[in-house]
């Protein structure tokens, strides 16, 4: 039984599109024996119904994330920085949160992602 756990995990939801379906992934780290597994998907939290009725069907505790792009500031003559981030949600007011910033950071989906402002990020926090 394994104790790491995968949280940098993207899947079909993914704008680029990742390797494998919610259901394969969990299917997957169940038989590794693993007892949790995390999804950070660079969309709106689209996966997350799917991932979760995998976690559920494979007894595995999910673990709920997103990437995105934080904007950082510059100096005051230079663009924002853009630093790409995994944010995860520890309970149910941390996954309205992770709403919360994805509707900023994907308010034009679908195919397009803005970058999060910093201080839009820890107004959510």
């Known amino acids: ?31 590794l024996g693993y007892k949790a597994i995390g999804i950070a998907d660079r969309a709106p939290m689209a996966g997350f119904p799917r991932f979760q009725a995998a976690t559920h069907n494979d007894g595995l505790a999910p673990l709920f994330g997103v990437e995105l792009d934080l904007l950082l500031s510059g100096s005051s003559k230079s663009a924002p920085l853009v630093q790409p981030a995994l944010l995860f949600a520890s309970d149910q007011n941390g996954l309205a949160n992770l709403a919360r910033v994805c509707s900023i950071g994907y308010e034009v989906w679908p195919g397009v992602e803005a970058g999060v402002p910093w201080d839009k990020l820890s107004a959510h926090a």
């Open 1 to 31: 039984m394994s104790l790491f756990t995968y949280l940098h995990i993207h899947t079909h939801f993914s704008l680029a599109g990742g390797p494998a379906s919610p259901e394969k992934w969990c299917r997957q780290a169940s038989e």
